[in-house]
């Protein structure tokens, strides 16, 4: 099975493609048999249903491209050098890995901690792990997704990546933050540096008009796809919409709200929207 599925529109594809790198739920089951925590926990650390918000998006001409595996297992909005040697035995003498912040933290491409800050795994994993996840989830989505990317540039001399994830609710975090104010949506990019001020500008239009509260880059301003795939000045646009998981999810039961709906239908429109403007915007 590809750890990843397109979804291409019926009629021309207009060069914008819709993308869910954390909506996955496969958790191989070496790697249940490997985690020291409550496997009930692995799928918090995703981002639950986004696959199903942008589910129609491909009716106007973008294409939508969602991974299947975990995030917790591979996240594939890292660098593949963003790995923590200290979590296996013997590792590779490699001195390109990067130790981010993120991989301080426990978040790198392979996770070391659940989304609650428990480590995941009580002992050190075979330095194969490494080599066999990346082959595994990480390449394949990748070498995919820039096929469609450089496809869509080759037809259309440009391309526009909508990269769609989701946060908690501080409510969920601690419940006695319930009221404190949190923006709906935070639209990355990278500081106005992985797509023109055009676009950030006419998304977050759109989804104030809609009732959202939109706010810029902070504390998500657009991760590794977002930064690598993103290029203003080559027409390469990409920008992350992170989306309060309040708006669309029981965050407890990981199940679709009474708002699910809504929230599906006004990214559907996103997708029209922005295949009427597209002249203006790219």
């Known amino acids: 099975m590809l750890p990843y599925s397109i979804y291409l529109p019926d009629s021309d594809r207009n060069g914008v493609l819709f993308n869910s790198p954390h909506s996955g739920t496969i958790l191989p089951q070496d790697f249940l048999e490997q985690v020291a925590i409550d496997p009930a926990l692995l799928l918090y650390s995703g981002d639950t249903l986004v696959d199903q918000l942008i589910q129609d998006v491909p009716r106007h001409g973008a294409i939508r491209f969602i991974n299947h595996f975990a995030r917790i297992y591979v996240d594939t909005n890292r660098s593949p050098r963003e790995i923590d040697a200290d979590m296996f035995l013997d590792p590779p003498k490699v001195p390109a890995f990067l130790r981010t912040d993120k991989v301080a933290r426990g978040f790198g491409v392979i996770s070391r901690k659940s989304y609650n800050g428990l480590e995941v795994y009580d002992r050190k994993l075979p330095k194969g792990e490494i080599n066999l996840r990346l082959a595994q ?57 992985s797509c023109h001020d055009a676009l950030s500008q006419h998304v977050a239009d759109y989804f104030r008009q809609q009732g959202l509260e939109v706010t810029f880059n902070v504390p998500y301003a657009g991760g590794y796809n977002t930064e690598h795939y993103g290029n203003r000045d080559q027409r390469q646009q990409a920008l992350q919409l992170e989306f309060n998981r309040a708006l669309y999810l029981d965050e407890k039961h990981l199940s679709p ?26």
């Open 137 to 193: 989830a990480y390449h394949p989505t990748h070498q995919a997704l820039r096929d469609l990317l450089q496809d869509l540039y080759q037809a259309r001399g440009f391309y526009i990546m909508i990269d769609c994830h989701s946060m908690p609710s501080y409510g969920f975090i601690d419940p006695s933050l319930a009221t404190s104010q949190q923006a709906d949506l935070i639209i990355g990019n990278r500081f106005n540096t």
């Open 257 to 282: 709200n009474e708002n699910f709906l809504a929230l599906q239908e006004t990214l559907t429109r996103l997708s029209e929207n922005l295949n009427m403007h597209l002249p203006h915007l790219c």
